[in-house]
């Protein structure tokens, strides 16, 4: 099974570079406004596009994701909508990977062999499903790498040497490290140890590795980048999307193109960091 995803980290890895994985909520704060802001990141230097599913239960998301799951939810969007926002996406990008991120609540509702086969005729490429560890890779994961998408799987500071095989053992696509314990949007953390982190974990597997939790400038992501194989955001581009926003939801700038003013410059970081660890 080769995907977008394995393609892009294959490129990237030629190219001595990084890459820039940027997370959104799917729906945020609307359905076309989404859609923009989705198109506007690739020509903004995304690399790999994580599509947020709202719910309404989001453990694991800090304060920012979580009222953009809202916003999400207020507005309409529904795991079907999400779906047919990649699908929509697709009829102009054939290229750029996808990876939807969420729960596995509103896919169990949905129906994993009806989700699996909509992802896919959408042109999903991998999944991230933060609450199924892999004791449960029955229920999404085999059957997601059986339809040839990619299951990506979270590890931690606290994913000791023991646990860590059993983590990747159905993992594909790369492995997203959560470089902190805690929610998203946290501060970031000692880079230092991040790289240490990567190496580790990089001694267990082939996979591409890539970072997130925390990353919000430039300079965070060029770091970063210079030991990980990507970098993720997510809060910040989420909080670029809140900034533009009235009291009452009102847009007061264009969303997709804050956010592609803010990924521009954290791709410019990402791209610069073999350069800088290099010198």
Do not use: W
Not at 64 to 87: E, N
Not at 226 to 235: C, E, K
Not at 252 to 263: F, G, I, N, R
Request: some cysteine.
């Amino acid at each position: 099974m080769t995907t977008r995803i394995d393609r892009r980290m294959a490129k990237l890895k030629a190219e001595g570079r990084p890459a820039l994985v940027t997370y959104f909520m799917g729906g945020d704060p609307d359905y076309d406004t989404a859609l923009a802001i989705m198109k506007a990141l690739p020509g903004a230097g995304s690399d790999i596009i994580e599509l947020g599913m709202p719910f309404s239960d989001p453990m694991a998301d800090g304060p920012a994701i979580q009222a953009a799951g809202l916003r999400a939810l207020k507005g309409g969007q529904t795991l079907a909508k999400t779906l047919k926002m990649a699908s929509e996406f697709r009829a102009g990008d054939d290229e750029t990977p996808i990876v939807l991120m969420g729960y596995y609540n509103p896919i169990y509702i949905y129906g994993v062999d009806r989700f699996l086969a909509d992802a896919k005729a959408s042109g999903i490429d991998g999944l991230i499903v933060v609450d199924l560890p892999p004791e449960m890779d029955e229920e999404l994961c085999i059957p997601a790498l059986k339809a040839g998408v990619n299951f990506i799987r979270l590890a931690t500071p606290t994913t000791d040497d023991k646990r860590l095989p059993k983590v990747l053992e159905n993992t594909s696509g790369f492995v997203y490290y959560v470089s902190m314990t805690g929610i998203t949007g946290s501060a970031l953390a000692d880079t230092t140890k991040v790289s240490a982190a990567v190496t580790r974990i990089k001694g267990h597997t082939a996979l591409p590795v890539c970072v997130g939790f925390g990353v919000k400038t430039a300079e965070q992501a060029r770091v970063i980048g210079a030991s990980a194989d990507g970098v993720v955001v997510g809060t910040a581009i989420v909080n670029a999307i809140a900034n533009v926003l009235g009291p009452k939801g009102e847009k007061t700038a264009d969303p997709a193109e804050a956010v592609a003013t803010l990924v521009s410059g954290l791709a410019q970081g990402v791209r610069s960091a073999r350069l800088a660890a290099a010198e």
